[in-house]
């Protein structure tokens, strides 16, 4: 999947508003979920592009941290 960038990280902390923070490209967004998944994976993170269209979902990324939580176990 090529997606030139930026993208925005988006997910739901305390309160009712989504918080959001933008990466240069794709790559960068899903090594900032996965250095901060203990924290995120509790709060719906989801990657959008720069348009806002959702991009990655939150069991999409869930998913995919299971999957390298396993890589490091084998």
Known sequence: MTN????????????????????????????????????LRHQAPQILDARRILLITTEQLEAAMVEDEDEVED
Do not use: K, M, Q, Y
């Open 4 to 39: 030139p960038g930026p993208v925005h990280l988006r997910w739901r902390a305390s309160g009712a508003a989504p918080e959001t923070e933008e990466f240069p490209d794709l790559d960068a967004a899903l090594d900032a979920v996965e250095e901060r998944w203990e924290t």
